[in-house]
């Protein structure tokens, strides 16, 4: 049984734990029940939002809604790794990051492990041709 974890979407622009902590994590819904996946974010409000249920446009403007009224120190996601739903979180923050300042962080789990993988590796994945010159790079 893991912990009760709220929405996103189902919580006001501007929680009282999230202007408390001015850290956010959100997490991929489906990880929310496994074991031991959130030891480590007690300095954090958590979040969960599932892309699959919800689009990613009306995740996005909540998370809008909730930067506009909180100066966020840090938002940070938790996803599976290879999930073409759960990427999207990664990509709409990377795209609140443009217009808002706070520190970002992009979280996979992964063969049973939390792995934070660079701003950059997201930005990346967002354009096919360049993942595909970098995969045709002799090694």
Do not use: W
């Amino acid at each position: 049984m893991g912990l009760e974890i709220p929405d996103l979407l189902e919580v006001s622009a501007c929680p009282k734990i999230v202007r408390e902590k001015r850290r956010l994590l959100i997490v991929a819904t489906c990880l929310c029940s496994k074991e031991g996946v959130l030891r480590g974010f007690s300095d954090y409000a958590i979040l969960k939002a599932c892309p699959e249920r919800n689009h990613i446009n009306v995740i996005g403007f909540k998370l809008f809604g909730t930067l506009a009224r909180v100066g966020l120190e840090e938002v940070a996601v938790l996803t599976p790794d290879g999930s073409m739903h759960c990427i999207q979180l990664h990509y709409v923050v990377e795209e609140l990051a443009r217009v808002f300042s706070f520190r970002r962080r992009h979280l996979v789990f992964e063969g049973g492990e939390v792995v934070e993988v660079p701003p950059e590796a997201v930005k990346v994945s967002r354009f096919l041709t360049r993942v595909s010159k970098l995969l045709a790079r002799p090694s």
